[in-house]
């Protein structure tokens, strides 16, 4: 299929592209979505689907709660289908500085109206039974925690998009972008190019590259985030709630009758897209499953079941999240070129995110403004500071190790 014009053109069909052009389209404009490879195929199914709604702000509190509320009502809205179970979540404090960042939790949940609460070790196991006792400072309670399957998500929404009227480009890059005194005026593709007065750079671990061809540095680092699945484990089932240990940077949850572990290490692997070629998958990304199995005796007091040698990896799969220096979502117009919008630094929380953040940079992007308050996590921040290399990739680096600490968003 080709096209010759659109209202707004989307480069990228993941969480975040995908969810952008639906609610884009759903506020009446023609929208383009392109895909360089096959539609939400690269990081977004690769995602572990959890949510967390307690933020480090208000304003992104309300972004959460509001990003669960459409997860919760997206068949009903899409029409297309979505796996979502809402398992609640446990986090655990194993030091009493953490334990002092969930007191700040509770107090900041309880305001935003999302229910939280501390329980004890006991009530923990009787909602976990897997969970060991030792050495656990305090654990908090979210029952309206959920996790979701994540190939369905970006999928739904370029389904539901194209219902409304966008074209899906799938195996169509975009390869440069036509600019003129007034911005962005078309995007050129392999199959001839597509005017149009604005583009929204939801690239993925690409998106810097894409904002570079639109002549803007974007100081976001694809970092390699990996999990695995176990094969089935006899009394594993999906009302586990979702476990994270703070200090450890671990989580757990359910996963087709076993168990997903992931986590964060302190020193990941960072990418530069450039220096692969063109043609790069991201199932092509090279894997190394002892970060997990040490991520997992790192919390072996508190998931012995780990350490059970008969236990059988059923899948692990990894994915390339963009990391800020500031551990927050990096949305909004592009500075120096009027049309051109990003929707990038998913710090790996971007596909939870997804609905509600595609729908208020749609708003922004349509009605001039966003219903919800992006300030923090608005290009805006980073304007004039252009970071060097080195000093990016250390501070993406040392977000990333910490990403449950106080002010990190949790995944
Ligand atoms: C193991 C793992 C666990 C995770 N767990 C969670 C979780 O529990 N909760 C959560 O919210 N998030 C989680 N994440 C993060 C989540 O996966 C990401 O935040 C989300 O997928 C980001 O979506 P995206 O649209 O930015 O990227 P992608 O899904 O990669 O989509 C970007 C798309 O842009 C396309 N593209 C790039 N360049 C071009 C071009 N020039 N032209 C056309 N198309 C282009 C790419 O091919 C790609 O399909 C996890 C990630 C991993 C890897």
Not at 83 to 104: M, N, V, Y
């Amino acid at each position: 299929m080709t096209l010759d014009a659109a209202d707004v053109v989307v480069v990228g069909s993941g969480a975040f592209g995908a969810s952008a052009a639906y609610h884009l389209a759903r506020l009446g404009a023609h929208v383009a979505v392109l895909e360089r490879a096959g539609l939400a195929s690269q990081t977004s199914p690769r995602a572990a689907g959890l949510t967390s709604q307690v933020r480090a702000s208000p304003a992104l509190t309300r972004l959460a709660r509001r990003a669960v509320a459409k997860l919760a009502a997206f068949t009903g809205e899409t029409g297309e289908p979505l796996r979502f179970t809402q398992s609640g979540a446990l986090k655990i404090a194993r030091t009493e500085r953490d334990a002092e960042q969930l007191t700040h939790e509770v107090a900041r949940g309880g305001a935003a109206g999302v229910p939280i609460d501390f329980v004890s070790v006991a009530e923990a196991r009787q909602r976990l039974p897997i969970l060991g006792e030792r050495d656990i400072v305090a654990v908090t309670w979210s029952p309206t925690d959920c996790n979701v399957e994540p190939s369905e998500l970006p999928l739904g929404y370029c389904r539901a998009a194209e219902k409304l009227g966008a074209v899906l480009l799938p195996h169509t890059p975009a390869t440069g972008f036509e600019l003129g005194p007034r911005g962005v005026e078309g995007v050129r593709t392999p199959r001839g190019t597509i005017a149009t007065r604005a583009v929204v750079d939801a690239a993925g671990a690409w998106a810097r590259l894409v904002a570079a061809s639109l002549g803007t540095a974007l100081p976001v680092v694809p970092t390699r985030h990996q999990l695995l699945i176990t094969e089935p484990i006899p009394g594993v089932g999906p009302e586990f709630p979702i476990a994270r240990v703070i200090d450890a940077n671990v989580y757990v949850r359910h996963e087709r009758g076993g168990l997903m572990l992931g986590g964060y290490e302190p020193d990941p692997v960072q990418v530069d897209m450039a220096a692969l070629p063109p043609s790069f998958d991201v199932a092509e990304l090279p894997l190394d499953i002892e970060v997990l199995w040490r991520l997992a005796r790192s919390v072996s007091a508190q998931f012995p079941i780990f350490q059970d040698p008969t236990l059988r990896v059923a899948e692990h799969r990894g994915g390339l999240p963009t990391i800020t220096v500031d551990d927050r979502y990096l949305v909004g117009p592009l500075p120096g070129v009027a049309g051109a919008w990003v929707m990038s630094g998913c710090c790996v929380g971007g596909l939870s995110i997804s609905p509600a953040l595609g729908e208020a940079l749609a708003e922004w992007i349509v009605d001039g403004a966003p219903a919800l308050d992006l300030s923090e996590i608005s290009t805006a921040r980073f304007a004039g500071r252009e970071l060097d290399e080195a000093e990016l990739r250390e501070r993406c680096r040392r977000a990333y190790a910490t990403h449950y600490r106080a002010s990190s968003e949790p995944t």
